[in-house]
C-alpha cells in the first residue's frame, strides 16, 4: 500500500487522498464503536438512545460514563466498552497519524540521486 523507500514520495494530492482515506477509516471505526455502545447500553442498562449516546461518547472521548451501571450485565458491559473505548482511542489516532509519519519518514530518507 505505501510507496518503497526506492521510489520518489507520492505527489501532494495523493498523499492528501491517502490521509483522507485513513480518516475516513478512523470516523468509520469510531461511529462503529459508538453504535456498539449504545447498543450495550440500550441493552443491558435499558436507557434511552440519548442516554446510551452520551455514556458510549463519554467513554470514547475517555471521559468516563454518565450514568451508574445499576445492573450486574450493565457493569460488566460498561468495564468491557471502557477497555475497548480505550484501544479504540489509540488505533484510530494511529490510523490518522500513519501516513503522515510514514511521508516525514520517507522524506528525510529518499534521495534524489538514487
Known sequence: MYESLKSPP???????????????????LLLGSLVLGMAGYGHFEDLPWRDAFLN??????????VDVPATDGGKVFAALY???????????????FIPVLHRLLHKLHWDDDE
Open 10 to 28: 507520492l505527489p501532494r494530492t495523493h498523499f492528501l487522498r491517502r490521509l483522507a482515506l485513513h480518516i475516513a477509516g478512523a470516523v468509520g
Open 56 to 65: 458510549s461518547a463519554m467513554l470514547l472521548g475517555g471521559m468516563g460514563p
Open 82 to 96: 471502557a477497555l475497548y473505548a480505550g484501544l479504540i482511542f489509540i488505533v484510530a489516532a494511529g490510523l490518522v
